[in-house]
């Protein structure tokens, strides 16, 4: 299993779509993808539409032994919040989830940095749903195609999720733009989860 997914390990560079039903555990799955990672060494970037930076470092931190999470945070909430923003050097606040142009500049330093200190990175994004309510799929998809290039060019693993409930040519020009698709349910005792598209054929469900 690569790490909580039913699939053998990933290569470097795999984009990976998150799908399924709001409460069904999706920013979980990412969360415990990216605390594996810091646990390992590796470098998480993380582009928050939901959560403050104080909250997806206390969520990773609790999931890891390492005293201190190599982890940068875009954050798109907290100003619109009007909640605090100190400057940080591993936190970015972006005032929307449709300032595309600032948050792919500070996503795309971040990354830089990992690269520049060669360490492997893994990038979270919570969530293109959240994107989708501020812009339209053409302008989603063309900033989604250019932050999983940047992460390809090194060669990180990239997590990103989107709700159910979109019409499906949104789904479907998305999800195009990712190598697999893990998809989420709710299973009968607990959350259960596939991986389509990176393998010859999709894994069985399998409990996360």
Not at 88 to 105: L, N, Q
Not at 134 to 150: P, Q, S, W, Y
Not at 179 to 186: I, K, L
Request: hydrophobic share 35%.
């Amino acid at each position: 299993m690569s790490d909580h997914l039913p699939v053998g390990e990933l290569r470097r560079g795999t984009n990976l779509l998150v799908t399924g039903p709001q409460g069904v555990g999706k920013y979980e799955l990412l969360r415990e993808l990216l605390a594996t990672g810091v646990e390992r060494g590796q470098r998480g970037v993380v582009v928050s539409t939901s959560r403050s930076a104080p909250t997806i470092r206390d969520d990773v931190s609790a999931r890891t032994t390492t005293a201190d999470p190599d982890l940068s945070v875009v954050d798109c909430v907290s100003e619109r919040r009007g909640e605090s923003t100190p400057p940080d050097v591993d936190t970015e606040y972006v005032a929307s989830p449709s300032d595309f142009s600032s948050i792919g500049v500070a996503a795309s330093e971040f990354l830089g940095q990992a690269d520049g200190r060669a360490t492997e990175t893994r990038l979270g994004l919570h969530s293109l749903s959240n994107m989708l309510l501020e812009a339209d799929v053409k302008t989603v998809f063309r900033f989604t195609h250019i932050l999983t290039g940047r992460l390809s060019g090194v060669e990180g693993l990239g997590v990103v999720t989107l709700d159910d409930g979109h019409d499906q040519q949104t789904t479907n020009t998305l999800r195009q733009l990712f190598d697999g698709v893990v998809e989420t349910r709710h299973g009968v005792d607990s959350r259960e989860c596939r991986v389509v598209g990176v393998a010859e054929s999709a894994t069985e469900w399998a409990g996360f």
